[in-house]
């Protein structure tokens, strides 16, 4: 069974700080890792994909992937208070595009 | 970036009725479409593959004959709820992948919440 772990949280942060959130996951062949935002009842919008080892970043967001660890982070910097929401990880497993989701980790920024 | 659409945004049937979504790509064809639910405070679990022209590829514990799934076009899946019951009751998510060999970002539906009485 692939699998993609997540702490749940809530993670909360002040404004303006970095929040960092994590995500492991099982299968070594993955290849596409990505990260998705949801805000409460609407449905997921992607914030970054990697495939690479190493980080990407792009404005506020930094992704850093480390296939041997098979570790993937997402760093927010200067959170602000529309930043909270929940962060989802997914994971391809294989086929065209079939992505398996991590259980989502809640983020709170406070003012 | 590309569109996809679902209808309708919520729906509530009494229990044992059938009820019908609708996933379509606006702007790009799309020969495959997944299918999703989550429950509250869930993560999204994926139904199904849906594959124009063949038949649709379930997930184990899913049941093929109370999630009907029809991918009758380049544009369109459907998914049927047959007979569907309070524990039916969830957010239905589809997906289509990008272009290929451009991206492999799968670009998500609004959504439709399914209220089951």
């Known amino acids: 069974q692939k699998e993609v772990e997540q702490n749940s949280g809530p993670l909360s942060v002040p404004e303006g700080a970095i929040a960092s959130l994590n995500c492991t996951y099982s299968d070594r062949g993955s290849q596409s890792f990505f990260w998705y935002r949801q805000y409460s009842g609407k449905s997921p919008e992607l914030i970054m994909s990697i495939y690479s080892n190493g980080d990407k970043e792009d404005g506020r967001f930094t992704a850093q992937l480390n296939k041997a660890s098979q570790y993937v982070s997402l760093l927010i910097r200067d959170s602000q208070p529309s930043d909270s929401a929940t962060y989802l990880c997914?994971?391809?497993?294989?086929?065209?595009?079939?992505?398996?989701f991590g259980a989502g980790t809640r983020l709170a920024v406070h003012p | 970036g590309a569109v996809v659409s679902q209808h309708p945004s919520w729906v509530i049937c009494k229990s044992g009725t059938s009820v019908k979504i609708e996933c379509r790509s606006l702007?790009?064809?799309?020969?495959?479409m997944f299918w999703y639910r989550q429950f509250p405070k869930q993560s999204l679990m994926l139904m199904a593959t849906?594959?124009?022209?063949?038949?649709?590829?379930?997930e184990q514990g899913v049941e093929k004959d109370k999630f009907l799934i029809n991918h009758a076009s380049l544009t369109l899946s459907t998914l049927t709820v047959t007979s569907a019951h309070p524990e039916d009751s969830s957010f239905y998510i589809c997906?289509?992948?990008?272009?290929?060999?451009?991206?492999?970002?799968?670009?998500f539906g609004p959504g439709t919440r399914l209220t089951v009485l």
């Open positions: 997914a994971v391809n497993a294989g086929g065209y595009n079939k992505l398996i």
């Open positions: 849906s594959n124009e022209g063949s038949k649709a590829t379930y």
């Open positions: 997906s289509a992948p990008g272009l290929a060999g451009v991206t492999d970002t799968q670009y």
């Open positions: 702007d790009f064809q799309a020969t495959t």
